[in-house]
């Protein structure tokens, strides 16, 4: 069996926000600016399509998404064709998945497409809907839905036990909104102050307006291939997939695998592992996009992570060492706060973002980025995916 | 020709919309939990050969693989270690504030349950809670073409008033 190199060598999005357009629409939006990318791949070339989406079939009334999705994309896949739901980590489980099939050489260039039509035409179905990302007979039926709820209950236990303030939440909603100012493929290109942050309608106290990630509509692609075929279909630099790892240790509200709702030791058991089979550590990561679903989730990643130690994640955001210039930049797009998160696109928007940032050709570039680290956490913190890509295999 | 309409207009039960569970026996095997709820008992499954109590109830046991369970029943009262009150976002079906609190009910298990009876503001950190049962809208099977009403109840917490 062969054990080939993995490269992503493309990415595109279509427009993120309240779209005027149905999940059919934003996917070709997607990958028309993920083909354009690559202008030397011809569609006849891609043998493979992961589609991560979990809304298509409540939203959309549309399961077995992936053969409608690569009727409208023109591709005629014949390695592998199928949708993959692991809600806010979709995009990201897509390219594990293509990474081991293309490694293993049962398919060679595959496209990762995925995201959400959340809007509804009636607004209470939106919000009605997300009751079904949880465990939905124990959690959903406690209207606990997606989880501003428990992130207010992360946030008090992280302030409670370690002394995390107010400002410090909102020092990570400034700075994402700050980068992603200038995306203009995100959900908002505007800037907020921390004056703005703080005075913000409360959702689930502490947490505000502005310490949430807004309900976004939007598609992400990108293409991988091997070593061998990323270096004939471009002079770009190669950007390697290094490790990943992906951790559940629960499902449901009951069964925490923490000491306390701060403490994430499925986050932790993904990085130890990620960052062994990277051959790196958090102190070699050059640049980060993880998962600021609330303003308190950054924090904790910080934390988890390891670019900083246990409970000191507010003053690391606080004191710029997530900003550009600092230790390790994150969320240099604007992440969820500031594109959005229409669940399956997310890791890939992430993806996008990294190769940008380790070609050089990022809109808020990190100088010399070598090794890059994306992150997603999934539903009622369930889940923690991980990948790490290089500017070397 | 004629068209005929949106289904659910028509005023059919659609079980995809239903926050709640399933609970009816023809649907779901644990539905002794709902008929324990009903007499004011909290329960799970204790795997006979094993001894593990996992919660939610199980048909099989995750530890030793067995499916010879029994119901026992759980504490019906905790204490609030943490809570939270939404205020916007709520969903359809449940009112604003929406309480929730994450309950330590002793021996290790905590859960996170709504809080009901309770007005924004009255909760408090160490706060003691009970079991709080209450009937819920039935769920409509259809049998031999002929739709039946399962009544349900369901369960949160609520404040013990001294
Ligand atoms: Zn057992």
Excluded at chain 1, 62 to 79: C, D, F, H, W
Excluded at chain 1, 293 to 314: N, P, Q, R, V, Y
């Amino acid at each position: 069996m062969p054990d080939r190199k993995v490269c992503i060598i493309g990415g595109g999005m279509s427009k993120w926000g309240v779209r005027e357009a149905s999940i059919v629409d934003m996917t070709q939006e997607a990958a028309k600016d993920c083909f354009d990318d690559v202008p030397a791949l011809k569609r006849a070339d891609v043998d493979g399509l992961l589609f991560a989406s979990s809304y298509c079939g409540r939203r959309s009334f549309q399961v077995n998404a992936a053969p409608v999705m690569a009727e409208r994309i023109g591709l005629k896949p014949t390695s592998i064709c199928t949708r993959v739901d692991t809600l806010c980590a979709g995009g990201s489980s897509g390219i594990i998945l293509a990474t081991g099939l293309i490694r293993s050489g049962m398919a060679d260039i595959v496209m990762i497409a995925g995201g959400e039509k959340l809007y509804t035409p009636q607004r209470w179905e939106t919000y009605y809907s997300e009751l079904a990302s949880i465990d939905h007979d124990w959690d959903g039926a406690q209207g606990i839905g997606l989880p501003p709820p428990f992130f207010s209950m992360t946030a008090q236990e992280h302030m409670k036990r370690y002394g995390t303030t107010k400002e410090q939440l909102s020092a990570v909603s400034v700075k994402n909104r700050r980068n992603g100012a200038t995306n203009p493929k995100g959900h908002f290109q505007k800037a907020v102050t921390m004056e703005e942050v703080m005075a913000a309608r409360p959702i689930a106290p502490p947490l505000g307006l502005f310490d949430c990630t807004p309900v976004t509509d939007g598609c992400a692609a990108v293409l991988l291939t091997h070593e061998d075929k990323a270096k004939e279909l471009s002079d770009r630099p190669l950007v390697y997939i290094r490790g990943t790892a992906q951790a559940t240790l629960h499902s449901m509200s009951m069964n925490w695998p923490g000491e306390h709702l701060a403490d994430w030791l499925h986050l932790r058991t993904a990085a130890k592992k990620v960052y062994e089979r990277a051959r790196v550590g958090p102190g070699d990561i050059d640049v980060a996009q993880t998962h600021d679903c609330f303003t308190i989730s950054e924090i904790i990643e910080m934390e988890d992570l390891g670019f900083c130690k246990k409970g000191e994640g507010g003053h690391f955001v606080e004191s710029g060492q997530s900003d550009f210039g600092g230790e390790v930049p994150v969320n240099t797009d604007g992440g969820l706060l500031s594109c959005g998160h229409p669940f399956g696109a997310t890791g890939i928007r992430q993806a996008r973002e990294m190769l940008h940032q380790l070609q050089g050709r990022a809109i808020k570039q990190v100088e010399g980025a070598k090794i890059g680290l994306t992150h997603n956490l999934s539903g009622l913190n369930v889940e923690h995916t991980i990948l790490i890509y290089g500017r070397e295999p | 020709m004629s068209v005929l309409g949106v289904p659910i207009l028509e005023g059919l039960y659609p079980s995809t919309m239903d926050l709640y569970p399933l609970e009816a026996k023809e649907f779901n095997r644990i539905h002794p939990f709902y008929e324990n709820l009903r007499q004011k008992r909290f329960t799970t499954t204790k795997c006979k050969k094993c001894g593990s109590e996992p919660f939610p109830p199980r048909v099989v046991c995750p530890k030793c693989n067995s499916d010879d369970l029994e119901w026992v029943d759980l504490p019906t009262e905790g204490k609030v270690l943490r809570f939270t009150e939404e205020v916007a976002g709520v969903p359809l079906g449940f009112e604003s504030p929406l309480i929730h609190a994450l309950v330590d009910l002793g021996g290790g298990r905590k859960l996170i349950s709504r809080v009901v009876n309770c007005k924004e503001g009255e909760l408090k950190e160490g706060a003691a809670v009970k079991l709080a049962v209450f009937d819920i809208p039935p769920m409509i099977i259809e049998k031999k073409g002929v739709m039946a009403e399962a009544e349900r109840v369901f369960f949160a917490f609520e404040p013990v008033k001294k």
